[in-house]
């Protein structure tokens, strides 16, 4: 499941380093990003490996573009989701203006239309108007 978020990157975390059980060395790094949506919303990502690098010259309060993947592991009967960034572009140092909602609704103007045009409307006619009290 590759997924794709955009934001201002809002936190930096220390690297972290350990021994895997394999005796392999890894290396993580969170990060945290804001959305620039209408309710801003925080999300707490990790790279790991090599990918720590391209998040190193990124700085807080730039816009970056993140494609990512969210994994869940079971430990001890416990449930715990982790969301792994694969890919990080910055696109530019200032937030861009806030999108509309999610369903693309965002309010209009009222039209500069003659005060004497009637309102258009494709309602049908109130019962009360067409003589029938059925409502259907």
Known sequence: M???????????????????????NWIKQEFVLETQDQ???KVCMS??????QDLAPIQEGEIVKVQFNVESREYNE???TEIRAY???????SAPAPAQDN???AP???SAAPAS??????????????????PF
Do not use: H, Q
Not at 9 to 16: G, P
Not at 87 to 93: F, I, K, N
């Open 2 to 24: 590759a997924l794709e978020l955009s934001g201002k990157l809002i936190k930096k975390m220390s690297e972290v380093t350990g021994t895997g059980k394999n005796g392999t």
């Open 39 to 41: 309710y801003p919303k």
């Open 47 to 52: 790279v790991w490996g090599d990918k720590t």
């Open 78 to 80: 416990r449930w715990y």
């Open 87 to 93: 890919r990080l572009d910055r696109s530019g140092a």
């Open 103 to 105: 369903a693309g609704w």
């Open 108 to 110: 209009s103007a009222p």
């Open 117 to 134: 045009a009637a309102p258009a409307n494709n309602f049908p006619p109130l019962a009360a108007e067409s003589g029938d009290d059925l």
